[in-house]
């Protein structure tokens, strides 16, 4: 499968960049590092486990990683996932490539919602594979950022542009494709990037977040005391209160910091039952009072407003999901 290769004329440089390889089949391992160092890679780790994956993803940050799916398909994207919405990650911008000798539908949505950047059905060629990485180093897409997703804008064109906020990913297999740059300089780049973009993640992430626990909250008043749905959507709640204030650290956000026991100690009286009528309102109050301090271009009123729109949406399409559910 890799016996095609490529012009070394008109290739990229890749000799500054960083790859990660895991597959659980040792031969198949020794190929595709074959076929990666022909197209002018250098620095290449392999690992057999997913285990060993992700401990490199966050230990020893590549700057491409394509792991095949082979290691445990949902795990795998919960890695993925992982990497992409960690806010202690030094670069949740690499580029994910998974490899798979099947895709079916259930496959192709979990690797989507993962947030990797790209599937690569085998048998595949070494001139494949390298046009696919050239077109990552030239025309990257942008990342979007959602309360459950971080990764790349899937729907955008003439006729679907997101509405979620995007950010460009630092590139850094192109900054360190750049035979302009020297290893130090690359590196000063990417370093400067990162930070930035990490800071920009972090940010909308609280506000995505922020402004979802005050939908979560607004979605329980209509679940019954102690349904399954309603201990999921407070989990979800608790869970989210916790992102909040852990990205909160070192932010210009950080008073908010204040709201937050108050939030978690009426979200722990919804989750008991005890008067949870009351515990309700006042976590719909201090919600939406830590979703102002962090939208502070926003009033109160515009905000209570966009996330009752945003409701109302969610429930229209439960009811015609249901309905349609019903007439099948």
């Excluded at 077109?135 to 006729?159: L, N, Q, W």
Aim: proline share 4%.
């Amino acid at each position: 499968m890799w016996a095609e290769t490529r012009n070394c004329m008109d290739r990229t440089s890749y000799d500054l960049a960083k790859i990660l390889i895991c597959d659980p089949v040792a031969s198949s391992r020794a190929a595709t590092r074959s076929g990666l160092y022909s197209l002018g890679f250098r620095n290449i780790e392999i690992v057999g486990t997913l285990h060993d994956f992700s401990d490199a993803l966050r230990h020893r940050p590549p700057d491409v990683a394509l792991c095949e799916s082979q290691v445990g398909e949902a795990q795998l994207c919960d890695v993925v996932q992982r990497l992409r919405q960690d806010s202690d990650s030094s670069n949740p911008f690499i580029l994910v490539m998974v490899a798979t000798w099947t895709l079916n539908s259930d496959l192709a949505n979990l690797l989507a919602s993962s947030g990797a950047d790209d599937v690569l059905l085998r048998p595949f060629s070494t001139a494949f594979i390298s046009q696919r990485i050239e077109a990552h180093v030239s025309r990257r897409k942008g990342f979007i950022v959602t309360s459950d997703y971080v990764g790349p804008e899937r729907r955008k064109g003439p006729t679907r542009a997101s509405r979620a906020f995007s950010i460009d990913p630092p590139n850094s297999l192109k900054i360190k494709s750049d035979e302009r740059l020297n290893p130090n300089e690359a590196a000063r780049r990417l370093d400067e990037e990162l930070i930035a973009a990490r800071a920009q993640l972090n940010v909308e992430k609280l506000r995505c977040d922020s402004s979802r626990i005050c939908i979560l909250g607004k979605l329980l008043q209509h679940e019954p005391a102690g349904s399954g749905r309603g201990l999921e959507i407070i989990t979800r709640i608790t869970t989210l209160i916790g992102e909040i204030k852990r990205r909160i650290q070192d932010t210009e956000y950080r008073t908010a910091e204040d709201i937050i026991p108050s939030a978690l100690d009426a979200a722990k009286g919804m989750q008991s039952n005890v008067d949870r009528v009351a515990a309700i309102k006042i976590f719909e109050e201090a919600a939406l009072q830590l979703a102002h301090a962090i939208h502070p271009d926003k009033s109160v009123a515009e905000l209570s407003n966009e996330i009752s729109a945003t409701v109302a949406v969610i429930q229209a399409k439960q009811q015609n999901d249901s309905l349609g559910h019903r007439v099948r």
